[in-house]
Protein backbone atom coordinates (compact mmCIF):
# COMPACT_ATOMS: atom_id res chain seq x y z
CA UNK A 1 0.00 0.00 0.00
CA UNK A 2 0.56 3.37 -0.46
CA UNK A 3 0.06 5.85 3.02
CA UNK A 4 0.40 9.01 2.79
CA UNK A 5 1.22 10.26 6.83
CA UNK A 6 -0.63 13.46 7.82
CA UNK A 7 0.85 15.86 10.98
CA UNK A 8 -0.52 19.69 12.16
CA UNK A 9 1.85 22.00 10.77
CA UNK A 10 2.60 23.36 14.17
CA UNK A 11 4.73 19.81 14.92
CA UNK A 12 7.36 21.53 12.54
CA UNK A 13 7.97 23.76 15.72
CA UNK A 14 7.27 21.22 18.58
CA UNK A 15 10.87 19.90 18.83
CA UNK A 16 12.19 16.30 19.13
CA UNK A 17 9.74 15.42 22.22
CA UNK A 18 6.42 15.56 20.49
CA UNK A 19 5.03 12.21 21.22
CA UNK A 20 2.57 12.65 18.59
CA UNK A 21 5.22 13.22 16.05
CA UNK A 22 7.71 10.41 17.53
CA UNK A 23 4.69 7.84 17.12
CA UNK A 24 4.20 8.77 13.56
CA UNK A 25 7.66 8.84 12.72
CA UNK A 26 7.87 4.99 14.37
CA UNK A 27 5.16 4.18 12.77
CA UNK A 28 5.91 5.43 9.33
CA UNK A 29 9.18 3.69 9.63
CA UNK A 30 7.93 0.33 10.58
CA UNK A 31 5.42 -0.18 7.49
CA UNK A 32 8.51 0.64 5.26
CA UNK A 33 10.08 -2.09 6.93
CA UNK A 34 6.84 -4.15 6.08
CA UNK A 35 7.35 -3.55 2.50
CA UNK A 36 4.14 -0.12 2.33
CA UNK A 37 5.22 3.07 0.72
CA UNK A 38 4.86 6.22 3.31
CA UNK A 39 4.56 9.30 2.22
CA UNK A 40 4.84 12.28 5.06
CA UNK A 41 2.63 15.17 3.02
CA UNK A 42 2.50 18.46 3.89
CA UNK A 43 1.66 21.75 2.14
CA UNK A 44 3.98 23.14 0.30
CA UNK A 45 4.72 19.90 -1.77
CA UNK A 46 1.22 18.69 -3.08
CA UNK A 47 0.60 15.03 -3.48
CA UNK A 48 -1.99 13.93 -6.47
CA UNK A 49 -4.87 12.03 -3.90
CA UNK A 50 -5.09 9.16 -6.55
CA UNK A 51 -1.95 8.14 -5.85
CA UNK A 52 -2.45 7.33 -2.46
CA UNK A 53 -4.55 3.94 -0.99
CA UNK A 54 -5.10 5.43 2.25
CA UNK A 55 -4.34 9.07 4.00
CA UNK A 56 -3.68 8.41 7.72
CA UNK A 57 -4.13 11.76 9.48
CA UNK A 58 -2.94 12.34 13.54
CA UNK A 59 -4.06 14.35 16.05
CA UNK A 60 -7.02 15.87 14.63
CA UNK A 61 -9.15 18.64 16.06
CA UNK A 62 -9.09 22.05 14.36
CA UNK A 63 -5.57 21.53 12.66
CA UNK A 64 -7.43 19.07 10.30
CA UNK A 65 -10.70 21.53 10.24
CA UNK A 66 -13.00 19.25 7.71
CA UNK A 67 -10.57 16.92 6.71
CA UNK A 68 -13.60 14.12 6.57
CA UNK A 69 -15.10 15.79 3.41
CA UNK A 70 -12.09 15.10 1.37
CA UNK A 71 -13.89 11.32 1.55
CA UNK A 72 -15.29 9.73 -0.65
CA UNK A 73 -13.41 12.18 -3.14
CA UNK A 74 -10.70 12.80 -3.87
CA UNK A 75 -9.66 10.46 -1.03
CA UNK A 76 -10.11 6.36 -1.64
CA UNK A 77 -9.83 6.01 2.04
CA UNK A 78 -9.17 7.61 5.20
CA UNK A 79 -7.85 6.82 8.64
CA UNK A 80 -7.91 8.73 12.16
CA UNK A 81 -5.58 8.67 15.04
CA UNK A 82 -7.11 11.13 17.01
CA UNK A 83 -5.16 12.51 20.15
CA UNK A 84 -7.52 12.04 23.24
CA UNK A 85 -5.76 13.88 25.88
CA UNK A 86 -8.65 14.12 28.69
CA UNK A 87 -9.90 13.45 32.03
CA UNK A 88 -12.99 14.55 31.32
CA UNK A 89 -16.09 11.99 32.56
CA UNK A 90 -17.56 10.40 29.73
CA UNK A 91 -20.80 11.99 29.92
CA UNK A 92 -19.55 15.68 29.63
CA UNK A 93 -17.36 14.42 26.93
CA UNK A 94 -20.31 13.19 24.64
CA UNK A 95 -22.80 16.16 26.40
CA UNK A 96 -19.80 18.21 24.60
CA UNK A 97 -19.57 16.75 21.03
CA UNK A 98 -23.63 16.46 21.14
CA UNK A 99 -23.78 20.05 21.79
CA UNK A 100 -21.32 21.08 19.09
CA UNK A 101 -23.08 19.68 16.99
CA UNK A 102 -26.40 21.27 18.22
CA UNK A 103 -25.09 24.70 18.07
CA UNK A 104 -24.60 25.93 14.70
CA UNK A 105 -20.70 27.20 14.49
CA UNK A 106 -19.72 26.22 17.89
CA UNK A 107 -16.92 23.87 16.94
CA UNK A 108 -15.26 22.38 19.96
CA UNK A 109 -12.94 19.47 19.99
CA UNK A 110 -15.09 16.68 20.79
CA UNK A 111 -17.47 17.98 17.98
CA UNK A 112 -14.61 17.66 15.78
CA UNK A 113 -13.28 14.76 16.78
CA UNK A 114 -16.82 13.48 16.13
CA UNK A 115 -17.27 14.77 12.95
CA UNK A 116 -13.59 13.60 11.67
CA UNK A 117 -14.31 9.70 13.42
CA UNK A 118 -17.53 9.33 11.22
CA UNK A 119 -16.16 10.64 7.81
CA UNK A 120 -12.83 8.57 8.47
CA UNK A 121 -13.09 4.71 7.64
CA UNK A 122 -11.74 3.11 10.69
CA UNK A 123 -10.22 5.39 13.89
CA UNK A 124 -7.07 3.60 15.38
CA UNK A 125 -7.37 4.23 19.20
CA UNK A 126 -4.09 4.23 21.65
CA UNK A 127 -5.50 2.50 24.50
CA UNK A 128 -8.50 0.71 25.60
CA UNK A 129 -9.34 4.11 27.49
CA UNK A 130 -8.79 5.76 24.54
CA UNK A 131 -11.24 3.22 22.56
CA UNK A 132 -13.68 4.03 25.80
CA UNK A 133 -13.92 7.80 24.75
CA UNK A 134 -14.28 7.48 20.98
CA UNK A 135 -17.06 4.93 21.38
CA UNK A 136 -18.95 5.70 24.52
CA UNK A 137 -18.24 9.28 24.69
CA UNK A 138 -18.50 10.24 20.99
CA UNK A 139 -20.84 7.65 19.98
CA UNK A 140 -18.93 6.08 17.17
CA UNK A 141 -19.88 2.53 16.36
CA UNK A 142 -17.72 -0.02 17.96
CA UNK A 143 -16.76 -1.70 14.80
CA UNK A 144 -15.04 1.17 13.11
CA UNK A 145 -12.39 1.88 16.03
CA UNK A 146 -9.19 -0.63 16.71
CA UNK A 147 -6.80 -0.32 19.13
CA UNK A 148 -3.26 -0.07 17.80
CA UNK A 149 -0.68 0.24 20.95
CA UNK A 150 2.33 2.87 20.44
CA UNK A 151 5.95 1.45 21.11
CA UNK A 152 9.27 2.20 20.65
CA UNK A 153 12.95 0.87 18.56
CA UNK A 154 14.55 -1.20 20.75
CA UNK A 155 17.53 0.71 22.14
CA UNK A 156 20.99 0.51 21.79
CA UNK A 157 23.11 -0.90 24.89
CA UNK A 158 24.33 2.27 27.21
CA UNK A 159 26.77 2.56 29.55
CA UNK A 160 25.77 4.22 32.86
CA UNK A 161 29.19 5.29 33.67
CA UNK A 162 28.81 8.17 31.25
CA UNK A 163 26.22 10.27 32.91
CA UNK A 164 27.51 9.01 36.23
CA UNK A 165 31.02 10.93 35.66
CA UNK A 166 29.36 13.65 34.12
CA UNK A 167 26.71 14.86 36.91
CA UNK A 168 28.11 13.17 39.82
CA UNK A 169 25.28 10.42 39.98
CA UNK A 170 24.91 7.93 43.40
CA UNK A 171 24.83 4.18 41.92
CA UNK A 172 20.89 4.45 42.51
CA UNK A 173 19.05 7.19 42.04
CA UNK A 174 15.48 8.05 40.32
CA UNK A 175 14.81 9.64 36.95
CA UNK A 176 12.09 11.98 35.63
CA UNK A 177 12.48 12.69 31.25
CA UNK A 178 10.16 14.99 30.20
CA UNK A 179 9.17 19.21 29.54
CA UNK A 180 9.29 19.46 33.08
CA UNK A 181 8.08 22.43 33.44
CA UNK A 182 5.09 22.30 31.58
CA UNK A 183 1.45 21.63 33.92
CA UNK A 184 0.54 18.20 32.75
CA UNK A 185 3.64 16.54 33.50
CA UNK A 186 3.41 17.05 37.28
CA UNK A 187 6.86 17.47 37.98
CA UNK A 188 6.32 19.83 41.08
CA UNK A 189 3.95 16.87 43.00
CA UNK A 190 6.81 14.73 41.81
CA UNK A 191 9.45 16.28 44.18
CA UNK A 192 6.54 16.80 46.68
CA UNK A 193 6.68 13.36 46.88
CA UNK A 194 9.93 12.49 46.78
CA UNK A 195 11.55 15.19 48.33
CA UNK A 196 11.32 14.28 52.05
CA UNK A 197 12.10 10.82 50.96
CA UNK A 198 15.86 12.06 51.18
CA UNK A 199 16.35 9.35 47.72
CA UNK A 200 18.04 11.51 44.46
CA UNK A 201 15.42 12.70 41.31
CA UNK A 202 16.80 14.32 38.83
CA UNK A 203 14.99 15.83 36.18
CA UNK A 204 16.14 16.05 33.03
CA UNK A 205 14.42 17.40 29.67
CA UNK A 206 13.80 21.14 27.68
CA UNK A 207 12.23 23.46 31.06
CA UNK A 208 10.42 26.37 29.48
CA UNK A 209 10.73 29.36 32.23
CA UNK A 210 7.27 30.27 34.17
CA UNK A 211 5.52 29.61 37.38
CA UNK A 212 5.80 25.87 37.24
CA UNK A 213 9.88 26.13 36.98
CA UNK A 214 10.26 29.10 39.75
CA UNK A 215 8.25 26.11 41.81
CA UNK A 216 10.72 23.21 40.81
CA UNK A 217 13.62 25.48 41.65
CA UNK A 218 12.60 26.63 45.37
CA UNK A 219 11.42 22.90 45.82
CA UNK A 220 15.16 21.90 44.68
CA UNK A 221 16.21 24.59 47.19
CA UNK A 222 14.57 23.15 49.65
CA UNK A 223 15.43 19.24 48.86
CA UNK A 224 18.99 18.87 48.27
CA UNK A 225 17.93 15.67 46.69
CA UNK A 226 15.99 16.91 43.87
CA UNK A 227 18.21 17.90 41.07
CA UNK A 228 17.21 19.46 37.72
CA UNK A 229 19.98 18.48 34.88
CA UNK A 230 17.94 20.07 31.93
CA UNK A 231 18.10 19.59 28.33
CA UNK A 232 19.88 16.23 27.67
CA UNK A 233 21.83 14.58 24.22
CA UNK A 234 20.80 11.68 23.54
CA UNK A 235 23.14 9.37 24.44
CA UNK A 236 23.76 11.18 27.65
CA UNK A 237 20.27 10.56 28.17
CA UNK A 238 20.46 6.61 27.53
CA UNK A 239 23.02 6.45 29.97
CA UNK A 240 20.93 8.28 32.21
CA UNK A 241 17.97 5.18 31.77
CA UNK A 242 20.61 2.54 31.82
CA UNK A 243 21.40 4.16 35.34
CA UNK A 244 18.46 5.23 36.98
CA UNK A 245 16.59 2.66 39.42
CA UNK A 246 13.16 3.92 39.10
CA UNK A 247 11.59 6.16 36.34
CA UNK A 248 8.47 8.51 37.07
CA UNK A 249 5.73 9.51 34.80
CA UNK A 250 3.22 11.12 37.17
CA UNK A 251 1.52 13.07 34.49
CA UNK A 252 -2.16 14.11 34.73
CA UNK A 253 -3.02 12.61 31.42
CA UNK A 254 -0.71 10.18 29.51
CA UNK A 255 -1.74 8.50 25.83
CA UNK A 256 1.14 6.13 26.16
CA UNK A 257 4.34 7.39 27.78
CA UNK A 258 6.84 7.24 25.33
CA UNK A 259 9.69 8.30 27.58
CA UNK A 260 8.72 5.41 30.31
CA UNK A 261 8.83 2.55 27.89
CA UNK A 262 12.36 3.81 26.75
CA UNK A 263 13.15 3.50 30.65
CA UNK A 264 11.48 0.13 31.02
CA UNK A 265 13.94 -1.71 28.30
CA UNK A 266 16.83 0.04 30.21
CA UNK A 267 15.31 -1.82 33.13
CA UNK A 268 13.85 0.73 35.93
CA UNK A 269 10.95 0.38 37.91
CA UNK A 270 8.58 2.39 36.08
CA UNK A 271 5.78 4.83 38.51
CA UNK A 272 3.48 6.24 36.28
CA UNK A 273 -0.08 7.78 36.45
CA UNK A 274 -3.33 5.56 36.04
CA UNK A 275 -4.90 8.75 34.13
CA UNK A 276 -5.26 7.59 30.41
CA UNK A 277 -2.90 4.97 28.29
CA UNK A 278 -0.56 3.49 30.45
CA UNK A 279 -2.49 0.33 32.12
CA UNK A 280 -2.41 -0.76 28.58
CA UNK A 281 0.98 -0.87 28.22
CA UNK A 282 2.68 -1.21 31.44
CA UNK A 283 0.29 -4.09 32.55
CA UNK A 284 0.87 -5.44 36.01
CA UNK A 285 4.77 -4.38 36.06
CA UNK A 286 3.65 -0.56 36.53
CA UNK A 287 3.34 0.91 39.72
CA UNK A 288 0.39 2.97 39.27
CA UNK A 289 -0.17 6.45 41.01
CA UNK A 290 -3.23 9.09 41.53
CA UNK A 291 -1.16 12.07 39.94
CA UNK A 292 -3.84 14.24 42.06
CA UNK A 293 -2.28 12.76 45.48
CA UNK A 294 1.01 14.10 46.44
CA UNK A 295 0.59 10.69 49.28
CA UNK A 296 -0.15 8.33 45.97
CA UNK A 297 2.76 9.62 44.22
CA UNK A 298 5.18 9.04 47.17
CA UNK A 299 3.71 5.70 47.88
CA UNK A 300 4.44 4.36 44.43
CA UNK A 301 7.58 5.58 44.36
CA UNK A 302 8.43 3.80 47.73
CA UNK A 303 6.95 0.73 46.09
CA UNK A 304 9.04 0.82 43.16
CA UNK A 305 12.30 2.00 44.99
CA UNK A 306 11.96 -1.27 46.91
CA UNK A 307 11.48 -3.71 43.83
CA UNK A 308 14.47 -6.42 43.64
CA UNK A 309 15.96 -5.63 39.69
CA UNK A 310 13.53 -7.68 36.93
CA UNK A 311 13.58 -7.81 33.37
CA UNK A 312 10.08 -9.29 33.09
CA UNK A 313 8.51 -5.44 32.01
CA UNK A 314 11.71 -5.32 29.29
CA UNK A 315 11.19 -8.34 27.86
CA UNK A 316 7.23 -7.59 27.88
CA UNK A 317 8.14 -4.44 25.49
CA UNK A 318 10.65 -5.53 23.33
CA UNK A 319 8.44 -8.81 22.21
CA UNK A 320 5.15 -6.35 22.56
CA UNK A 321 5.73 -2.37 22.24
CA UNK A 322 8.49 -2.22 19.23
CA UNK A 323 7.26 0.48 16.20
CA UNK A 324 7.27 -2.63 14.15
CA UNK A 325 4.86 -4.55 17.01
CA UNK A 326 2.71 -1.25 16.01
CA UNK A 327 3.25 -0.78 12.32
CA UNK A 328 1.97 -4.53 11.79
CA UNK A 329 -1.16 -3.85 14.05
CA UNK A 330 -1.97 -0.31 11.77
CA UNK A 331 -1.56 -2.20 8.44
CA UNK A 332 -3.59 -5.06 9.67
CA UNK A 333 -6.52 -2.39 10.75
CA UNK A 334 -5.97 -0.51 7.25
CA UNK A 335 -6.05 -3.62 5.59
CA UNK A 336 -9.70 -4.60 6.97
CA UNK A 337 -11.47 -1.17 6.67
CA UNK A 338 -10.25 -0.65 2.73
CA UNK A 339 -13.75 0.25 0.93
CA UNK A 340 -14.42 -2.63 -1.59
Not at 45 to 50: D, G, I, Q, R
Request: net charge neutral; hydrophobic share 40%; proline share 7%.
Amino acid sequence: MKIGFLLPATHALDGVSNGVRSQAIGQAEGLRRLGHDVALLEPWNLTEASSLDCVHFFQGGCAHFQIEHKRPHPLKMLTFAPQIDTNEPIWKYRLAAEAGRMIPRFFNVPRLFKDQCEGSDAVMARSVYDRDRIVRGLGIDAEKVEIVLNGIDPPPEAEPGLAREKFGLPSEYALHVSRYATVNKNAVALCEAVGPTGLPLYLAGPAQPGEVLERLKSLADRFRNIVMLGFMERAVLQSLYAGCKVFCLPSHHEGTGLVALEAAVYGAEIVITNRGGPPDYFLEWGHYCDPTSVESIRSAFMRAWGTPRRSALRDHVLKNLTWDCSARSLSAAIEKHRPG
